[in-house]
């Protein structure tokens, strides 16, 4: 099978047309080989086994219904339970507006943008930012809820994995793609000077891939934080004996022992949900912690939107949160962590400058 190169233009224009069509109708949950799932980049080393990479087969983005398709192969999407979810459809959260922050923004050379009104930004130039990968409507919700003056960059490319992997496999898409923010920072606030302070990366569902290359790029060493949202998975080498392809997740692992020594901020939840043929985001957190000589430990917490922890591990700055929940509502309330995530952890770790309206 071929596969062609595009330009960040082009999958600009591409990430657009799928939030649109996500924007007015829920997209099928259709199970898909992991052959057909995820390309492999010929520009990009590290991403040899990205042929046999899991598709995780959810909407991008809808700014109406932030539609999100079940894991589970033929599972019937249930409708959240009012009690438990205080009568919001995690699918489809109110729209709390945009707070301090500008309207989206096409400046990037891939995906949208919002930064403060005004502020956010240090006299020498530096201002934080976060990439999230998949989602960025429904992201936006939760970030502006506690953001104070960090840049959000939203990205989508498609229903699986192996787009967001291909997307970004030539090193020089993420380096442009900052250099663009850079850009459009300095033109917004004056200051000639304007550059990335502090960098996150974040990802819900299928935008883990995009992160996977990064972090497997020079660019990589930037970053400070990586956010995973129900969003990390790995294929089998044996579907029978559940045996992980470990190769495809080595560079979360590395990150996580980083994290766990306190030199950057990891952050992994995970749902119960059980996908066809390749390992939950369950069987993989676990995986994680094991390599970091590790054991969660049982939790019970009601969280936000009706998510049920039941367990969580701690080590240094590398966290992990594991819930119950195995349908599409469950999946899509994982969205829901952002907003904490933003106010304890990071805004906090990077004293990031504060904007204003």
Known sequence: MRFFSLSSKSLSRIGALVSLLGATSLLASLPAS????????????????ADNKPAVLVAPKAEATAAAAPKGEGK??????KKR??????????????????????EPTIGQMIAPKKGGITKSGGFDLVVHFHGHEPIRKEFVKTAKGAVLVGIDLGIGSGAYAQGFAAPNTFTQLLASVEAAMAKKTGNPKAHVRK???????????????ILRQPSGKRIDAVILLDSLHTGYIDERSKALKTGQIDVFVDYAKRAAKKQAFMFLSHSSIIPPGYASTTEVASYVIGELKGKPKKAKRADVLGLDLIRRYDKGDFHVRGYTGDDKPDHCAHIGLMADIVRVHLE??????????
Do not use: V
Request: contains cysteine; aromatic residues 8%.
């Open 34 to 49: 992991a052959e057909d799932a995820a390309p492999k980049p010929e520009a990009q080393e590290a991403a040899k086994e």
């Open 348 to 357: 906090a770790r990077w004293k990031t400058p504060r904007g204003k309206s």
């Open 85 to 106: 979810r205080g009568g919001i459809h995690p699918c489809m959260t109110p729209d709390p507006g945009f707070g301090i922050y500008d309207r989206w923004s096409n």
């Open 76 to 81: 019937q999407a249930s409708a959240p339970a």
């Open 199 to 213: 960098l996150a990366l974040s990802s819900w569902s299928a935008g883990y891939g995009a992160i996977e290359q």
